[in-house]
């Protein structure tokens, strides 16, 4: 097998050891549009070796669909199974690990990538990438209409981010009682081929500093992201941190 | 005097004890466009005794001139040098504190009020209510001209926040060295008449976040404003805290 061969012998016998392969995506298995070196021969021995695979980013722009568009012009056998976004992680936890009522709603301050795998997972929500939030034209408090049925709030990345959307957001944290204060990720940065600019974690900073509380992470280093593909990947064993 | 037979005695005792007086505005002398009980004849007893008046504010939307407006209508005898709105401030902490050059420029991230001010000082700057700033178009870092003259980004209350402003001044502070990171004031909320929105602070903490470092803070309660009310006002004796 010409797979093998290519590789050290210490890195064959370190895949022996373990069943269950993570990895990340932007930065990790890739940078840009180039694979990282050794990346297609050590996927292609554990796919030999029947490893179970995961895909995981605190990308929160892009959905699953998109990202299997990126594996597949990348080279890289993976399914959309296998691949763990923060913006389907967060859609993970809210349906199936804290089953968050399809009676109730989402207030979304983030892109279409989320509103996407919201779609998918029956999950109602706000914001997002609504004309009538994406606005800088004057935020009026007295005008606001407070949707009771909003039971969370869900940031990420958005490069629309506007005092509307962080206004709204901050009706519902504070007047809508046991709403649920949500983040993608909390990356602080979000660096790309030309240089660095303020990442989805710094997004939401306004809402930690308004309400002096910090949200619950969906994304890693959280956890969560782990609940999220245990309970959808029955093939995926992995230990308890 | 009729002003006096109004008071406590022991307010007229308190008010015999200080040479300087300094007053909150909105939500202190005023609510909205309701002077608080007894602001009135306390300050015209303070008048009468020839004390020292000074009015300080965080709210930074508004400049002097705004300030002078709003006491003419609450029939309230004011002038523009007895008025510190943290704008005002934060244009003579740079033009009269650190001796800011006329060569180099302030990145802002807030509204028209702060740059009637900086105008006043002959500060130049750049953002602000600039059109091309306040946009949601994407913001391509790849097509972005750093300004290496721009010195110091100084961020309060704006309600035409966009990522174009916060990734401008994020490269700012990250790539021109040495670059002030300023804030005119740190309040999480802004109550008002219909509720409470996020404050001037809240706007500022993306850029906090995705630095990891907190600004300088020129309002209250910094001593920053304290400095630049004696730099300004040879009248006013305020002791060293």
Not at 71 to 77: A, N, Q, S
Not at 111 to 125: A, F, H, N, R, T
Not at 211 to 226: A, R
């Amino acid at each position: 097998m010409p797979v093998l061969t290519s590789l050290q012998s210490n890195t064959v016998s370190l895949v022996n050891n373990y069943d269950t392969w993570m990895f990340d995506c932007d930065g990790g298995s890739w940078h840009d549009d180039q694979l990282t070196d050794g990346a297609f021969d050590v996927l292609c021995l554990l796919r030999h070796q029947k490893k179970t695979i995961v895909f995981v980013t605190n990308n929160a722009m892009k959905s699953r669909r998109h990202y299997k568009a990126k594996f597949d012009k990348l080279g890289i056998e993976a399914y959309m199974d296998e691949i763990y976004g923060s913006a389907y992680a967060s859609t993970v936890y809210l349906s199936s690990v804290i089953k968050f009522s399809k009676e109730k709603k989402v207030y979304v301050i983030r892109m279409s990538g989320l509103e996407e795998e919201l779609k998918d997972e029956g999950i109602q929500y706000l914001g997002g990438t609504d004309s009538s939030d994406c606005t800088l034209a004057p935020f009026f408090l007295a005008d606001f209409v407070l949707d009771e049925d909003v039971a969370a709030v869900l940031c990420g990345y958005d490069s629309n981010i506007t005092y509307t959307k962080l206004s709204k957001a901050f009706q519902y944290l504070t007047r809508n009682l046991g709403c649920q204060f949500l983040v993608t990720n909390e990356d602080t940065t979000y660096p790309n081929a030309y240089g660095v600019l303020p990442g989805g974690g710094a997004l939401s900073a306004p809402l930690r500093y308004a309400l002096g509380k910090d949200p619950l992470c969906i994304g890693k280093p959280s956890t969560i992201m782990l609940d999220c593909i245990r309970v959808k990947s029955s093939r995926v064993y992995l230990p308890n941190l």
